[in-house]
């Protein structure tokens, strides 16, 4: 995306107007006109979102173990529950066609990271340099090391529980919006800034565009079949897992469930826009919510979510209590063996350098560290996804590449790969070259290492950017723009 910026006179921000001109920054990148080749040194900055390298042991088994098989069949559940709900109906196909692609997604990553760190080994070497830390470490970490451990324990017993019931409302649009109902009412009793955060008033916009999208997304036997999955889930969850508010409203059989959901789904009026905006502007106000069934349920289920709520944050904010002993020991030990430790990351600027590397995953198999063209010709089917544009297509089969052409290859380049760390919230980040100029923009990963926010692989680690000279290309040859070119300081050519 190209974006100008505009500003007043003065070149300081201003309102809208007329007047405004083109914002012209102090200092901006360069854009190289040169392309990378594989050994090329290669340095990207962004603000990647969260990593877990540091995390315990224990959270390390429970990710491999636990928590990423179940969300693998969980999310396969659900993708079978809406297929089949679709089959023989193709209005709720077209309504859940966005939610289901989400559910791949997440299914994907998912399955990705956990055939990752089973591949690096990552519980077992987590595990050796834990145990061989804590052998080493101060006397003085020990009772906050062992509370840490225990407080995690405790945590993950609730895990289940907490995952499906964020799928409850996640995945299903009438009970989610009897949800934000009724959390919005119970929010809006308090101060403004006391609220929770995605129910202040500069959220209520946000929560109204919800509410009037349900039409656009909603089949009635989809939702119950795909409550039916999790509540069947969570009936068999042990019984100190369970909150009674569930039990009271759904039963703990099969028959139970089908039954309460039939005569919920029946009775609710929510189904109607004018019915959800209207309880949403009382809602808004902290005011009486119109009775209704749903919002009878979310009542109850809101008052569990609270409790659980301030469980999950006691626990979360006694291990932030403790958690700096942990990190203080393993500080202490890494720097015992030479070896640095630096910060997971948290949303905030990092720099990582290395180079542009080829990948080679697998016996016999191997991904250069350049491709061209050719692969976007090669993947056309003319069907979605692998539709590519017949602009495009048409540009590439004229072969007029000029300046842009990679001088080896002989031909136009599209991406390239590094051994960058990168992670979620990287992607858009530049990529710079030795000289500082920008050579290509962050946005992928290769499967082998969806793991990375867990356990860093060098063996597997690469980064995937778009090259430039692409960009250029495309601006130059196939959708012409060399105005913008020009401004930019880049030949169009």
Same mark, same amino acid.
């Given at each position: 995306?190209?974006?100008? @910026?505009?500003?007043?006179?003065?070149?300081?921000? @201003?309102?809208?107007?007329?007047?405004?001109?083109?914002?012209?920054?102090?200092?901006?990148?360069?854009?190289?006109?040169?392309? !990378?080749?594989?050994?090329?040194?290669?340095?990207?900055?962004?603000?990647?979102?969260?990593?877990?390298?540091?995390?315990?042991?224990?959270?390390?088994?429970? /990710?491999?173990?636990?928590?990423? !098989?179940?969300?693998?069949?969980?999310?396969?559940?659900?993708?079978?529950?809406?297929?089949?709900?679709?089959?023989?109906?193709?209005?709720?196909?077209?309504?859940?066609?966005?939610?289901?692609?989400?559910?791949?997604?997440?299914?994907?990553?998912?399955?990705?990271?956990?055939?990752?760190?089973?591949?690096?080994? @990552?519980?077992?070497?987590?595990?050796?340099?834990?145990?061989?830390?804590?052998?080493?470490?101060?006397?003085?970490?020990? =009772?906050?090391?062992?509370?840490?451990?225990? #407080?995690?324990?405790? %945590?993950?017993? @609730?895990?289940?529980?907490?995952?499906?019931?964020?799928? &409850?409302? #996640?995945?299903?649009?009438?009970?989610?919006?009897?949800?934000?109902?009724?959390?919005?009412?119970?929010?809006?009793?308090?101060?403004? =800034?006391?609220?929770?955060?995605?129910? /202040?008033?500069?959220?209520? +916009?946000?929560?109204?565009?919800?509410?009037?999208?349900?039409?656009?997304?909603? *089949?009635?036997?989809?939702?119950?079949?795909?409550?039916?999955?999790?509540?069947?889930?969570? /009936?068999?969850?042990? *019984?100190?897992?369970?909150?009674?508010?569930?039990?009271?409203?759904?039963?703990?059989?099969?028959?139970?469930?089908?039954?309460?959901?039939?005569?919920?789904?029946?009775?609710?009026?929510?189904?109607?826009?004018?019915?959800?905006?209207?309880?949403?502007?009382? +809602?808004?106000?902290?005011?009486?919510?119109?009775?209704?069934?749903?919002?009878?349920?979310?009542?109850?289920?809101?008052?569990?979510?609270?409790?659980?709520?301030?469980? #999950?944050? +006691?626990?979360?904010?006694?291990?932030?209590?403790?958690?700096?002993?942990? &990190?203080?020991?393993?500080?202490?030990?890494?720097?015992?063996?030479?070896?640095?430790?630096?910060? *997971?990351?948290?949303?905030?600027?990092?720099?990582?350098?290395?180079?542009?590397? =080829?990948?080679?995953?697998?016996?016999?198999?191997?991904?250069?560290?350049?491709?061209?063209?050719?692969?976007?010709?090669?993947?056309?089917?003319?069907?979605?996804?692998?539709?590519?544009?017949?602009?495009?297509?048409?540009?590439?089969?004229?072969?007029?590449?000029?300046?842009?052409?990679?001088?080896?290859?002989?031909?136009?380049?599209?991406?390239?790969?590094?051994?960058?760390?990168?992670?979620? %919230?990287?992607?858009?980040?530049?990529?710079?070259?030795?000289?500082?100029?920008?050579?290509?923009?962050?946005?992928?990963?290769?499967?082998?290492?969806?793991?990375?926010?867990? $356990?860093?692989?060098?063996?597997?680690?690469?980064?995937?950017?778009?090259?430039?000279?692409?960009?250029? $290309?495309?601006?130059?040859?196939?959708?012409?723009?060399?105005?913008?070119?020009?401004? &930019?300081?880049?030949?169009?050519?």
């Amino acid at each position: 995306t190209l974006l100008r @910026a505009y500003v007043g006179k003065d070149g300081k921000p @201003a309102p809208y107007s007329k007047d405004n001109v083109p914002y012209h920054p102090p200092a901006h990148l360069k854009m190289s006109l040169d392309g !990378p080749k594989e050994g090329d040194y290669a340095m990207l900055a962004g603000y990647p979102g969260t990593t877990y390298r540091l995390r315990t042991a224990d959270e390390f088994a429970s /990710q491999i173990d636990t928590v990423l !098989p179940r969300r693998v069949e969980v999310f396969q559940q659900l993708i079978d529950v809406i297929e089949a709900q679709g089959k023989g109906n193709a209005e709720a196909r077209t309504r859940y066609a966005s939610q289901l692609q989400s559910l791949k997604n997440n299914r994907k990553r998912a399955a990705g990271e956990l055939e990752g760190l089973l591949r690096s080994d @990552a519980k077992s070497q987590r595990a050796q340099d834990e145990q061989a830390m804590l052998a080493n470490a101060d006397g003085k970490y020990k =009772a906050d090391i062992d509370a840490l451990f225990a #407080s995690l324990a405790e %945590g993950r017993e @609730a895990g289940s529980s907490e995952f499906l019931v964020g799928l &409850m409302s #996640s995945q299903t649009q009438l009970l989610r919006s009897a949800l934000l109902l009724e959390r919005l009412r119970v929010e809006s009793l308090k101060p403004d =800034a006391e609220r929770e955060a995605g129910y /202040q008033q500069r959220d209520q +916009a946000l929560i109204e565009g919800v509410l009037k999208q349900v039409q656009r997304r909603y *089949d009635p036997a989809v939702e119950k079949a795909l409550l039916t999955a999790l509540l069947t889930r969570y /009936q068999q969850l042990p *019984d100190a897992q369970r909150d009674a508010h569930y039990d009271n409203l759904f039963g703990r059989t099969p028959a139970e469930l089908a039954k309460h959901l039939d005569e919920l789904y029946a009775q609710t009026r929510l189904g109607d826009e004018a019915q959800r905006l209207s309880r949403f502007e009382a +809602a808004r106000k902290g005011g009486f919510i119109e009775a209704d069934p749903l919002v009878s349920v979310a009542s109850a289920l809101v008052m569990a979510q609270l409790n659980a709520e301030r469980e #999950s944050k +006691a626990r979360e904010g006694e291990q932030l209590r403790l958690r700096p002993s942990y &990190m203080q020991a393993l500080f202490a030990w890494r720097a015992s063996q030479g070896r640095a430790v630096y910060p *997971d990351a948290n949303s905030t600027l990092r720099i990582s350098y290395g180079k542009v590397e =080829a990948l080679h995953p697998r016996d016999a198999v191997s991904y250069a560290p350049v491709t061209t063209v050719a692969g976007i010709v090669e993947k056309n089917t003319n069907t979605v996804p692998f539709d590519a544009p017949k602009p495009l297509l048409a540009a590439i089969a004229k072969g007029d590449f000029g300046s842009t052409a990679d001088p080896v290859l002989r031909t136009q380049t599209v991406n390239f790969l590094t051994n960058l760390d990168t992670t979620g %919230g990287n992607s858009g980040s530049p990529v710079l070259n030795a000289k500082g100029e920008l050579i290509g923009l962050n946005f992928d990963s290769n499967w082998e290492s969806v793991s990375a926010s867990w $356990w860093f692989d060098p063996r597997y680690k690469r980064a995937v950017h778009v090259d430039m000279r692409y960009l250029r $290309w495309l601006l130059a040859k196939v959708y012409p723009a060399p105005a913008l070119l020009q401004e &930019m300081g880049v030949p169009a050519e």
